[in-house]
């Protein structure tokens, strides 16, 4: 993968017809019970998020399943002027909501995360790691763990500043488990108060992601 020349683009009004989600109110949403996704998780259009450049001194690493994140992840590094990159896995979760439900509860129950497929930039220029992710039965989605587990260590010494979607019951326990990871890999680090937005509302949360970096960068 060539890391300077893949950009990505942002266009709000693409990236909100994608997440479908994001049109529905809370009486159709049900708390993205049954939220679908493109079955690549998200790259069935365009090829994985990934901007680097040798003058930023933050960078917004994220998993999306069904959008909503990815415009979150894309919003934040769009006002941060920071770095961007998408996590892939091998094999991505079905379109099919109840299909990666069940997927997902064997992955948690067995401990059997996905594989990765990416290759990771090396993080020495960058202070702060904006680490984004939706909440999987009030925990750390798969994806976020899988990469933690791989290269938590390259993490040491960074600000973590972590921001997710939601389906209504806030941020579980995922803070706790990015905290014990980063610490089985001897991984010291500074965390700032987590961002946490609702699944179906990300394109109306201009001014909540505003105050949170500037709490960030003050």
């Known amino acids: 993968m060539d890391f300077?020349?893949?950009?990505?683009?942002?266009?709000?009004?693409?990236?909100?017809?994608?997440?479908?989600?994001?049109?529905r109110d809370e009486h159709l949403w049900q708390h993205g019970r049954g939220t679908a996704s493109d079955g690549q998780?998200?790259?069935?259009?365009?090829?994985?998020?990934?901007?680097?450049?040798?003058?930023?001194?933050?960078?917004?690493?994220?998993?999306?399943?069904?959008?909503?994140?990815?415009l979150l992840a894309h919003s934040i590094a769009s006002i941060i002027k920071g770095d961007i990159l998408e996590i892939v896995i091998q094999n991505p979760y079905d379109t099919n909501y109840q299909k990666t439900l069940?997927?997902?509860?064997?992955?948690?129950?067995?401990?059997?995360?996905?594989?990765?497929?990416?290759?990771?930039?090396?993080?020495?220029?960058?202070?702060?790691?904006?680490?984004?992710?939706?909440?999987?039965?009030?925990?750390?989605?798969?994806?976020?763990?899988?990469?933690?587990?791989?290269?938590?260590?390259?993490?040491?010494?960074?600000?973590?500043?972590?921001f997710m979607t939601q389906g209504g019951y806030g941020a579980g326990d995922s803070i706790d488990k990015i905290k014990e990871i980063l610490y089985q890999k001897h991984s010291n680090n500074n965390f700032v108060n987590p961002l946490v937005i609702d699944g179906n509302k990300v394109n109306q949360a201009h001014n909540q992601i505003e105050r949170w970096l500037s709490s960030i960068r003050k």
């Open 102 to 162: 069940e997927r997902a509860n064997y992955e948690r129950v067995n401990q059997n995360y996905p594989l990765l497929k990416m290759k990771m930039p090396n993080l020495d220029q960058y202070q702060t790691i904006y680490l984004g992710y939706p909440v999987w039965a009030m925990t750390l989605s798969h994806p976020m763990t899988a990469f933690l587990n791989t290269y938590g260590s390259k993490l040491h010494q960074k600000t973590i500043a972590p």
């Open 41 to 70: 998780d998200t790259n069935a259009h365009c090829q994985p998020t990934c901007h680097l450049t040798t003058a930023a001194d933050s960078i917004v690493i994220y998993y999306s399943r069904s959008g909503s994140t990815e």
């Open 4 to 23: 300077k020349n893949k950009l990505f683009s942002f266009n709000l009004e693409e990236d909100i017809a994608r997440a479908k989600q994001l049109q």
